[in-house]
């Protein structure tokens, strides 16, 4: 707004005709109102055009325009303290010392990362879902300790898997089966 008020100061101390004084401060008052509008330059915060950007010491984060010196992270600008600090993952800020990036939220070193979730230190990642110590992960389920996957079954502890199937009996000494 400033900027518009000291061009128009200008122009009128100018040494034009009034009519050309008049079409400067109608011109500048129009660029004013486009640029409302979000056509040309854009200002921090605007709808961004291509290249919004590209003029200033910034970079495209979403709609807006961040400082180089900012972290951009889900399309919103962090200050420079925020990224000494954090590093974006996705749409969240992960601490850098101790926190890591999991597809689109942050899990402790300690934790290992299994698609939409932390697993904690002792547990399996089974096909995005955290099965407890000592379990078993078959075809995406999560078996209790000691059993034995066969097929897309866990086999109980004691049981054998006998051609993809849980038996309780072993049908033979040579019928390939194994036991949980």
Do not use: W
């Not at 399309?75 to 890591?100: E, F, I, M, P, W």
């Not at 597809?103 to 934790?111: G, K, R, S, V």
């Not at 990362?113 to 995005?128: M, T």
């Amino acid at each position: 707004m400033s900027a518009l008020i000291d061009d128009i100061s200008r122009v009128i101390a100018s040494p034009v005709s009034r009519r050309q004084a008049f079409k400067r401060v109608s011109g500048a008052v129009g660029g004013a109102v486009l640029a409302c509008l979000g056509f040309g330059r854009t200002a921090r915060g605007q709808r961004l055009h291509v290249n919004a950007c590209a003029d200033y010491d910034q970079v495209q984060c979403g709609t807006t325009c961040c400082y180089t010196y900012e972290l951009c992270c889900g399309g919103t600008c962090y200050g420079a303290s925020v990224k000494a600090a954090y590093n974006c993952c996705t749409t969240a800020l992960c601490r850098k010392h101790d926190q890591q990036c999991c597809t689109n939220h942050c899990c402790t070193n300690a934790q290992t990362c299994c698609g939409p979730q932390c697993c904690n230190s002792g547990q399996a990642c089974c096909s995005g879902q955290c099965c407890a110590a000592g379990t078993v992960c078959c075809n995406g389920k999560c078996c209790a300790a000691h059993a034995v996957c066969c097929g897309n079954t866990c086999c109980p502890e004691g049981y054998f898997c006998c051609a993809n199937k849980c038996v309780m009996t072993r049908p033979s000494t040579s019928a390939p089966c194994f036991p949980a």
